[in-house]
T-cell receptor, first 113, second 110 residues
């Protein structure tokens, strides 16, 4: 049982390039989330999804795009990467059955040069 | 917006000592979660609290949901080297989303 996985684990890209971070969960959880973690800011919510084809903005959505065509996948795309998007990105999921416990993936460390 | 203040920011303790950390807010939260993050990994859920006053244990870890619903506490008894990491509290805000504290970095000296 893989749980929740993220790929790639590490990525270096150049300013202006498009990059997509992948998230896959095997629990059939309804909710999925993307966070970024930066020193001094803790974990900040970028986007979340309550179900396939339903997405909504979090605290820091600018510069990011998400989609959720299948329940198990929730990719995050940086359309034109900027240096300020250098961060560690975490995907999380929640069963959405009246509980609020979120389970996190291992993270993707993204560096934008 | 709602914010959580987590303290202390960091702790450096001797193996075998007990540890206490807490999260406070000026807002009411209906759910509190505690996570631990090891270096290079994602946060791992330790304890979930759903009722004011609730006290829940997970091995050497004990967490409490404050009676005012504005705070939560995590205690670790008899610390061991593998307790090293960053501990995060998270509260369910009035927007229905989790709000995370800044984290407490724990270092344990063998």
């Amino acid at each position: 049982d893989a749980g929740i996985t993220q790929s790639p684990r590490y990525k270096i890209t150049e300013t202006g390039r498009q990059v997509t971070l992948m998230c896959h969960q095997t629990w059939s959880h309804s909710y999925m989330f993307w966070y970024r973690q930066d020193l001094g800011h803790g974990l900040r919510l970028i986007y979340y999804s309550a179900a396939a084809d339903i997405t909504d903005k979090g605290e820091v959505p600018d510069g990011y795009v998400v989609s959720r065509s299948k329940t198990e996948n929730f990719p995050l795309t940086l359309e034109s990467a900027t240096r300020s998007q250098t961060s560690v990105y975490f995907c999380a999921s929640n069963a959405g059955t009246g509980t609020y416990e979120q389970y996190f993936g291992p993270g993707t460390r993204l560096t934008v040069t | 917006g709602q914010q959580l203040n987590q303290s202390p920011q960091s702790m450096f303790i001797q193996e075998g000592e007990d540890v206490s950390m807490n999260c406070t807010s000026s807002s009411i939260f209906n759910t509190w979660l505690w996570y631990k993050q090891d270096p290079g990994e994602g946060p791992v859920l330790l304890i979930a609290l759903y009722k004011a006053g609730e006290l829940t244990s997970n091995g050497r870890l004990t967490a409490q949901f404050g009676i005012t619903r504005k705070d939560s506490f995590l205690n670790i008894s008899a610390s061991i080297p593998s307790d090293v990491g960053i501990y995060f509290c998270a509260g369910l805000g009035n927007t229905g989303k989790l709000i995370f504290g800044q984290g407490t970095t724990l270092q344990v000296k063998p």
